[in-house]
């Protein structure tokens, strides 16, 4: 079973700066699309970002359009979220996701990811 390991949370105060990264376990992962979404302890999961893995198409939730950067390093099999300017709202467990089979219209969609990691803690506080 694939699974995706997430790196890079941790404190940060408001206005600050963290970057998270995401490898799957293994290289011949299949997927067409990678995310991430964040969920806090008192919402749903929601979408941060996501990007094609082929090609460079990206989509970002307007919570975060201009503050975070989704990117891929083909080469590396990672993906990174670049996160500035992060605010309290910004706290939350961001999970990375991948998919074989995702169409533009779903890059938002949770249930349309296949693969999953277990999440790691940002913490925005003052």
């Known amino acids: 079973q694939v699974q995706l390991a997430e790196s890079g949370g941790g404190l940060v105060q408001p206005g600050g700066s963290l970057r998270l990264s995401c490898a799957p376990s293994e290289r011949a992962v299949s997927r067409n699309a990678m995310a991430w979404f964040r969920q806090s302890p008192t919402g749903e999961r929601e979408s941060v970002a996501a990007i094609r893995w082929s090609g460079s198409n990206t989509y970002y939730s307007d919570t975060v359009k201009g503050r975070f950067t989704i990117s891929k390093d083909n080469a590396k099999n990672t993906v990174s979220l670049q996160m500035n300017n992060l605010n309290l709202e910004d706290t939350a467990v961001y999970y990375c996701?991948?998919?074989?089979?995702?169409?533009?219209?779903?890059?938002?969609?949770?249930?349309?990811?296949?693969?999953w990691g277990q999440g790691t803690q940002v913490t925005v506080s003052s």
């Open positions: 996701a991948a998919g074989p089979n995702i169409i533009q219209s779903q890059l938002r969609n949770p249930s349309a990811y296949y693969y």
